[in-house]
């Protein structure tokens, strides 16, 4: 099993900066791994799959990079939509994981 | 537009049984695979169990195999999760999931809740 490690647990931001978020897979997954955005009471949202193509809607300030077993999702210039926690998945083989996740919370 | 409706969720005993449904509506059903994704109260989402479009092919997670069957009834437009010998650790929000045969999470409904108590 593929087991994804995501940090920081959370991260305190100000709106304008740009966090980056981590991911660490404990093998390689190529580029099988997407990103998800969960905000409070509502279900998770793809931001990026193939470790960097935006899903259909996503703004172009989320850019997802990596491969192997490193991976980052940075958000450039946070807006106020963005405070969510942010999880990633791999793909590349089964049982299919997903990390803790990193909360992203205003400073 | 893709809509994902689950049902099903309740509280049932530790030991006991329950079945989830999802219906499906808005594509052309036979073509995605769909899947269970479940979190619990405060946790990150957790895979649960995965079927191929033509139902020929499913996947569980180590923590559901041999309790939990994934079913689908593409006439129907449904997918099933059928859960035996639950545990307190099953309690969870478990959402009905849509993808293509990579298992990116596209779709996701608004899920039932599953709560597992004595």
């Known amino acids: 099993e593929v087991v994804l490690t995501q940090s920081p647990d959370t991260l305190s931001v100000s709106p304008g900066e740009s966090p980056t978020l981590s991911c660490r897979a404990s093998q390689s997954v190529s580029t099988s791994l997407a990103w998800y955005q969960q905000k409070p009471g509502q279900r998770p949202r793809p931001l990026i799959y193939g470790a960097s193509t935006r899903a259909t809607g996503v703004p172009a300030r989320f850019r997802g990079s990596g491969s192997g077993t490193e991976f980052t999702l940075t958000i450039s210039s946070l807006q106020s939509e963005d405070f969510a926690v942010y999880y990633c998945q791999q793909y590349y083989s089964w049982p299919l994981t997903l990390g803790g996740g990193t909360r992203v919370e205003i400073k | 537009e893709v809509q994902l409706l689950e049902s099903g969720g309740s509280s049932v005993q530790p030991g006991g049984s329950l079945s989830l449904s999802c219906a499906a509506s808005g594509f052309i059903f036979n073509v995605f695979a769909m899947s269970w994704v479940r979190q619990a109260p405060g946790k990150g989402p957790e895979w649960v169990a995965s079927i191929r479009g033509n139902a020929g092919r499913t996947f569980y997670a180590d923590s559901v195999q041999g309790r939990f069957t994934i079913s689908r009834d593409n006439s129907r437009s449904t997918v099933s999760l059928h859960m035996s010998a639950l545990r307190p650790d099953d309690a969870a929000v478990y959402y009905c999931?849509?993808?293509?045969?990579?298992?990116?999470?596209?779709?996701w409904g608004q899920g039932t809740l599953v709560t597992v108590s004595s």
């Open positions: 999931v849509r993808h293509w045969d990579i298992p990116i999470f596209e779709y």
